[in-house]
Each structure stands twice: as structure tokens, then as C-alpha cells.
């Protein structure tokens, strides 16, 4: 019978080759194209009114999670603040959102 510290080995041998294995095959937002369609919504906005004379606030957008997680900052001059968490949902196909702002709005679009 082998000592417990070569079965200890062992197993630490087969534990970091499993990670390592499931590590090369996750699924990787980042290369499919689905999951960018919305990149181009990243950064920080200076929102305006329809006539662009005045500000009305700031969004800034971050892409989170690995690439899978768009998260939405707003900040409007009046005080007020709401986030979002968008992403692609790969199951049923559809973009979703969920906001929530300091105002207790909870809305949920897909």
C-alpha cells in the first residue's frame, strides 16, 4: 500500500491537470460574436437632451465577467443614479437588462 503522502501527490497531480483541462475548454464570451454586439456602447457618455445643448448626466458602460457582463453606471446632474447588468443570454438567443436605480425602478428588458 502506498504511503498517504504519494497518494496526497497523486491526487494533486490529477487536480491540477483536471483545472488545468477544464481551464483550455471554458467558454470564452470574448470570442463569440453574440456577446459583443453591444461593445460599442463601452465607455464613459455624456448624456444630453435631444437638442445636445444640455447635459442631463454621465453613463459609463464597462464590459465585466471574462467579456460575458456589460455594467451600467448612470449618474444624472440632478442626483439621481441607477446600474445595469446586460448580457447576452446564449439559451434563448436575446440580450438582456437588468436595471436598478436609487429610485427602487427595478426593470428587467429583453
Known amino acids: 500500500m502506498l504511503p498517504i503522502r504519494h497518494w496526497l501527490t497523486l491526487f494533486m497531480i ?11 475548454h471554458a467558454y470564452s464570451c470574448l470570442e463569440q460574436a453574440a456577446h459583443r454586439q453591444f461593445d460599442f456602447w463601452i465607455g464613459r457618455w455624456q448624456v444630453t437632451d435631444q437638442s445636445g445643448d444640455e447635459t442631463l448626466g454621465h453613463n ?42 436609487a429610485g427602487t425602478s427595478i426593470i428587467d428588458i429583453r
Do not use: K, V
Open 60 to 101: 459609463t458602460i464597462t464590459i465585466e465577467e471574462g467579456g460575458c457582463m456589460l455594467r451600467e453606471q448612470w449618474q444624472s446632474l440632478s442626483g439621481g443614479s441607477g446600474s445595469s447588468i446586460n448580457y447576452f443570454h446564449p439559451l434563448d438567443g436575446q440580450w438582456h437588462q437588468l436595471w436598478i436605480d
Open 14 to 24: 490529477l487536480y491540477h491537470y483536471a483545472i488545468n483541462a477544464h481551464a483550455d
